[in-house]
């Protein structure tokens, strides 16, 4: 099997944010691979160990980028692909990266793609939908399981807490939920392996596309943090008059009773 | 009304969410004197809920009733929608933040390759253009985002763009359109239900969540009560999740369901940085905690030092007291 995984990196789930000049602040930044794409890697690694083939990682970032798919190489993606966008786009959106990737599966033969539901930064969850319906592939989101028997899959579906069973047929998107697996940790073995493995780099000019096919359709025009919330009461006295103190308030003070 | 703006509408066993309504309200933030056109989709007669969208201000309600429509997949509600949107040419849709909008929508705005925000909690206008706020980073930041390019397209988070009031005096056209719809290539076989009955999580006013300090399955019971008598639903932290006390389905947090309930009660949820991105927006937190250190007391409105088995089972004698 050709199987893909769409791999983003984001800030450590740890990091405090900070915002300057209407972005992010990144500088010193500890960055990580998106939590919901870590399951995506471990699952593409199991499938293609029970029914063979090739893992190839793809991401689309900057030269830092690469520690990230070093880490999915030592989990053991066979091949990684690095779409370095750094010095030609300065924005970009869900249309921009799908695009981008529209582009690079134009020519590949693709069996299975996982990515991961949603990234924790941006969350926004659409590259891999728009990305199905560019490459007029099914698609399944939010998998919590997945058997594949030749050409069929048989996937649970996390539907806000119900599981659906579903049936569909390669070639096939998922996005996978937490649930799914356990994604191992890269062995010592596997690190140094890792470091062999071939990572491709590429840039747009490589896929054929320029700045003008990917104008983002959305912009942001401001990012700000959240008033910082000042210390709320803890009550005292008797447990039985804490109770009673809280529930008057709730009902007076915050009106939400 | 030159301008129209379509509404996706979404139901449950039969009844339409509350973020129908919600992106009902949505949909005149964004243009005030526009024509809210609801979408409704299924396989059975939708009159009843076509005429409560349009108690709920929907100026016009499309329905679309086809036997491949009788449970939600992406291909054909996809189809369906997008032939609405063929006869429509609406300047807007909006649709609910669930997880069917989340499935369907990105598809759709690929399709017409067009920009789509997800996830919008605010509306505002600036001058003609919409701008959407959206949390980013678990919540941790905001952005806003516009759409420079084409249909302003948003799905919204339920529970933070209040809906209009229901108003049975509103009237409008209920409108039966037939599409075809090519055979489906993915198939659900089976539903199971685990999600717990009644009040849906992500949609709840009042959410009660446990954490590692509810020790048991067992512990979670006089939870559950409390939610109840509350009329809401019950939460976890990822703590309470891996150590089996409860289902994935109920984890809150950066993995996991993002809540703004009115309010949220945390009870023996210490509060790392991971479970507050999924609930600090809340309207009004109340920490339960037997350790006066634990973080999420930092974050809270209201707090308790204490045992929550013995605040707990005192907290629903009260509740029950006061709406008795």
Redesign the interface.
Known sequence: MNIYVLLKKT?D??E??A?SNGR?EDDGAEFIIN??DEYAVEEAIKQRDEHGGEVTVITIGDEDSEKQLRTALAMGADKAVLINTEDDLEDG???TT?KILEAFFEDKDVDLILAGNVA???????????????LGI?????ITRLEIDGNTAKIDK????????????LPLLVTCQ??LNEPRYPSLPGIMKAKKKPLEELEIDDLDLDEDDL????????????PQ?E?????EGE??D???E??S???NE?K?? | MSEKILVIGESRDGVLRNVTFEAIAAAKKISSDTEVVGVLLGSENLADQAQEMIYYGANRVITVIHEKLASYTSEGYGQAVLSVIEDESPYGIVMGHTAIGKDLTPKIASKLEIGLISDAIEINLDGDQVVFTRPIYSGKAFEKKVITDGIVFATIRPNNIPSLDRDESRSGEIQEKSVDIADLRTVIKEVLRKATDGVDLSEAKVVVAGGRGVKSADGFKPLYELAEVLGGAVGASRGACDADYCDYSLQIGQTGKVVTPDLYIAVGISGAIQHLAGMSNSKVIVAINKDPEANIFNVADYGIVGDLFEVIPMLIEEVKALKA
């Not at chain 1, 924790?120 to 560019?134: C, H, M, N, T």
């Not at chain 1, 210390?231 to 009550?235: D, S």
Request: glycine letters at 6%; charged letters at 30%; aromatic letters at 6%.
């Open positions: 800030f789930t740890e405090k944010i915002v992010i939590p919901y959106d869900q249309f799908t924790i930064d941006e969350a926004s969850g659409q590259v891999g939908p728009r990305l199905a319906e560019r099914n698609y399944v989101t939010t996390d539907v806000e807490g119900d599981v659906e069973k579903i049936e569909t047929t937490q649930g104008e983002p359709k959305t912009k942001t025009v401001d990012i700000f943090l959240p919330k210390a709320g009461r803890v009550l447990v039985s804490q109770v009673k809280l529930v308030l709730l009902r915050a939400v009773l």
